[in-house]
């Protein structure tokens, strides 16, 4: 019927759902969706409830894993920050298309809310040294923005390892920390999400702390920002952030129960594959080449 | 003071406001923003009102320019639609998170709409000879999913000089024709735009007509559909088309009056040089290398 005209859809975040295709409609080739089915336990891991992150707004729960190999201090800080509540009541400040959504406190600037004991600044960790990361798996295909790429327990990275050095890359729902100028300017009180086309320009240029595993929707489909680089102006309703918490802290009826792939894992050699040919009636032409941002390491509620 | 926690702006569809950095905050290296206001009028281009569409919703007007050199067969049949008024009174049907929102007749499935004078098939234009293409401007940043890449009159646009081909690539904000499995299911009909990191495993598998010059927000803050591939469901409240028309028959008064930068001025090369390595205080490290999709021609409303 030429009224059913559909788009097949990126394999991104993969939440399980009963919408997946019907055995009918199985490609010849395993699709990610397939591969996601056919997975065993072992494919998967939990989330660690020491380092993921609740963010609570009225809209729905945002949950964001970190990384804290990749930037021990900032982690600590902002694990310091949700512990002593210091996100609760605060809102989004600014979503700018096809780029960032950021959160912090919106009268920074007039009676900023106290730090309490995190700290005011905190060192860039904008790469860290390759011994920080024991759970490298390189991924072929070439990269403009790093020597290699690959991913790292669940979370995309960009390594040079004549520097010696490692980083999250800017991919999709990556989390970082604003900053002004200085390196050691930023704390964790502002947060971002990337909402738009992965803005790898950033890589080495701020510390990146984690990934949103679910919820992501609810930032990127936020209203845009009226102001200079999307901040909301005065009249504008900010979403509120009814509360950050450590997913530890959060009785296990509440919990999302979230599993991500382990990317160490043979399936996830055939999750990237998928990508870079895909299968089935529809796709035509395959490019035999998946970029870094495309590939994103699925996630599950946990079955 | 550390409570100004900025993160800069990536230089997308840049359109021209009050806006701008102030002469006090110039860094020592352009920006795209100072570029553009440093530009010439001669650096400019109109928009093509007989190829240009402005798509009203409730919540305001989105600008598509189309390429007819890169898909004339299909895109004369939209503009066919287009007159006779087709679209008016349809529906954004869905928006899928880190991907797509695509628009069509919301009963295509029970009482479709009937195309007029519109072919119900047209040929598949996912590639054009090179022939097609005066305008080619080329980029020499290496990419993963053609052979050569750059711009063509200000669209992105990837090649396969051995195979003798060209395309329009899958950037934020470019806009192609949805179709079924086979090449020729697409009639223009239903369309998408691209609202999430560049799809491009999409190149060459379907056609794409366009992309949209401003009003992006307006489709990428839409609320995400809760159906398979991000159609809304029955209960949801769909975003209706109120009309689309050719820019050419909207009275001058009512006009966008938008302006593209020429790819091929000198000024567009300095514009991506800004952005393969960025000046001013921010920025400690430069990858020497822009994606294409992160190298979006700027557009600006005309002065």
């Not at 679910?214 to 936020?222: E, F, H, I, P």
Request: proline share 8%.
């Amino acid at each position: 019927m030429y009224r059913t005209v559909l788009l097949p859809s990126l394999s991104t975040l993969v939440l399980l759902t009963s919408s997946l295709a019907s055995a009918a409609d199985l490609p010849i080739k395993p699709s990610v969706g397939d591969l996601v089915k056919q997975s065993q336990a072992s494919d998967w891991r939990p989330t660690d409830p020491q380092h993921t992150l609740y963010m609570e707004l009225a809209s729905g729960r945002v949950v964001i894993e970190l990384a804290p190999s990749f930037a021990p201090q900032n982690i600590a800080n902002i694990e310091t920050l949700v512990r002593e509540k210091y996100y609760d009541g605060l809102a989004i400040l600014r979503s700018q298309d096809n780029y960032v959504a950021q959160w912090g406190d919106p009268q920074a600037e007039t009676a900023p809310r106290p730090l309490g004991s995190a700290k005011a600044k905190v060192a860039g960790e904008f790469t860290v040294p390759l011994k920080n990361d024991r759970h490298f798996v390189r991924q072929p295909d070439r990269d403009g923005y790093a020597p290699q790429i690959g991913h790292s327990n669940g979370f995309p990275v960009g390594r040079d390892t004549r520097a010696g050095t490692t980083w999250l890359t800017h991919c999709y729902g990556m989390v970082g920390v604003g900053r002004d100028n200085g390196s050691d300017s930023g704390n964790g009180a502002e947060l971002y999400a990337v909402t738009g086309h992965a803005p790898r320009h950033l890589d080495r240029n701020i510390t990146v702390v984690g990934r949103v595993l679910s919820g992501m929707a609810l930032l990127s489909s936020l209203p845009r920002g009226s102001e200079t680089m999307g901040f909301y102006g005065a009249q504008e309703n900010r979403m509120a952030i009814r509360s950050v918490r450590l997913e530890a802290d959060v009785p296990e009826a509440e919990r999302s129960h979230l599993e991500v792939m382990r990317s160490e894992a043979p399936i996830y050699q055939q999750v990237i594959d998928a990508q870079r040919n895909r299968g089935g009636p529809w796709n035509l032409f395959s490019p035999g080449y998946v970029e870094l941002c495309n590939a994103p390491i699925p996630v599950r509620v946990k079955p």
